[in-house]
């Protein structure tokens, strides 16, 4: 399941064969910046100012922090919420009377201004929403240790470690195997 955090998580991506490789980190790629707004229809300036570029690693590292809590069970800590409600407080929220589809009426959230700030206002209202209506116990990093892929786990038994089985959850296969016969 795409979530508007972990795609922004997975911003980041590691040399997921352990080859040490320095991380790709396309948070700062014009190309990936308007293809992330178009994906969760939102509206920032492309190429992102630096000071905004600075406050979205600040973001993505305090996500992977908190998601990497979560993962086993954990919980999110005062300061941890603290810091995810100074992002959140970027994205003030409009709502909208809609009729038609599926319901005769509805009202919709959506952001009420543009830019950068409250992208990064979104990016952790999708986290906290995960946290809140989803369930925190199926977040997920890939458990491949040089690759930490985030995802949700929504398969039915909530079993899923890898990000993919094809390539990190058989390299780790193929690891486990290897260290069995030495
Ligand atoms: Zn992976």
Excluded at 1 to 30: K, Y
Excluded at 50 to 55: C, G, H, M, N, S
Excluded at 102 to 117: F, I, S
Aim: charged content about 25%; some cysteine; proline content about 5%.
């Amino acid at each position: 399941m795409d979530l508007a955090w972990t795609d922004f998580l997975n911003s980041l991506v590691r040399d997921w064969r352990g080859g040490g490789g320095p991380a790709e980190d396309h948070l700062a790629q014009p190309a990936w910046q308007s293809a992330f707004l178009a994906k969760w229809g939102l509206d920032a300036p492309v190429p992102a100012a630096t000071a905004d570029l600075d406050a979205a690693r600040r973001l993505r590292a305090l996500l992977l922090d908190l998601a990497a809590r979560v993962l086993d069970g954990g919980t999110i800590p005062a300061d941890g919420i603290g810091a995810l409600n100074a992002a959140l407080a970027g994205a003030p929220v409009r709502r909208t009377l809609e009729a038609g589809g599926e319901h005769a009426y509805a009202v919709r959230l959506g952001p009420a201004a543009t830019g950068w700030t409250v992208v990064l206002g979104e990016v952790a209202a999708s986290f906290a929403r995960t946290l809140a209506e989803m369930d925190p116990a199926r977040i997920r990093l890939c458990a491949n240790p040089d690759c930490r892929w985030a995802f949700y786990d929504d398969t039915r038994n909530g079993s899923k470690r890898f990000c993919e089985p094809s390539t990190c959850g058989n390299l780790m296969r193929v690891r486990r195997f290897r260290r069995r016969r030495t």
